[in-house]
Nanobody
Framework: QVLLAESGGGLVQAGGSLGLSCEAS????????MAWFRQAPGKEREIVAA????????YYVDSVKGRFTISRDNAKNTVYLQMNSLKPEDTAVYYC????????????????WGQGTQVTVSS
C-alpha cells in the first residue's frame, strides 16, 4: 500500500502559476513511477504528466507541454508538478498516482491514487 497526499491546489488567475506536491508513505517510493492526472467536471480523467522512478524519463500530455514540469525528490518521497502559464481549461481536480510500471502509468493505469486537490484558474 502506498498512501499519497496532495497539496498546493487553489485559485489562480489565468497566466499565473501554481505548484502541487504529493508526499508518499508506505512502500518504498523509489519503486514507483509517479504521475499527475486531472479530471474536470463532465470530462474524462486524463494523465497530465508522469515521471520514472529515477526521474530520467518524463511524459506530458500535449496540452501542457512547455507549461508544466513534473519532478521528484526521492529523499523526501515527494513528487511535484509546477504549473506555469495556467489557462482556464486547466481547471480540474488533480490527482497524484503511483504505479511500479511507467508504461502502464502513461496508459492511465494507476495502482495507488491520492484524494485529489482542486485547481481553479479564473479568466
Amino acid at each position: 500500500q502506498v498512501l499519497l497526499a496532495e497539496s498546493g491546489g487553489g485559485l489562480v488567475q489565468a497566466g499565473g502559476s501554481l505548484g502541487l506536491s504529493c508526499e508518499a508513505s508506505g512502500r518504498t517510493f523509489i519503486n514507483y513511477a509517479m504521475a499527475w492526472f486531472r479530471q474536470a467536471p463532465g470530462k474524462e480523467r486524463e494523465i497530465v504528466a508522469a515521471i520514472t522512478w529515477s526521474g530520467g524519463n518524463t511524459y506530458y500530455v500535449d496540452s501542457v507541454k512547455g507549461r508544466f514540469t513534473i519532478s521528484r525528490d526521492n529523499a523526501k518521497n515527494t513528487v511535484y508538478l509546477q504549473m506555469n502559464s495556467l489557462k482556464p481549461e486547466d481547471t480540474a481536480v488533480y490527482y497524484c498516482v503511483a504505479n511500479n510500471n511507467f508504461n502502464l502509468l502513461i496508459r492511465k493505469i494507476g495502482q495507488f491514487w491520492g484524494q485529489g486537490t482542486q485547481v481553479t484558474v479564473s479568466s
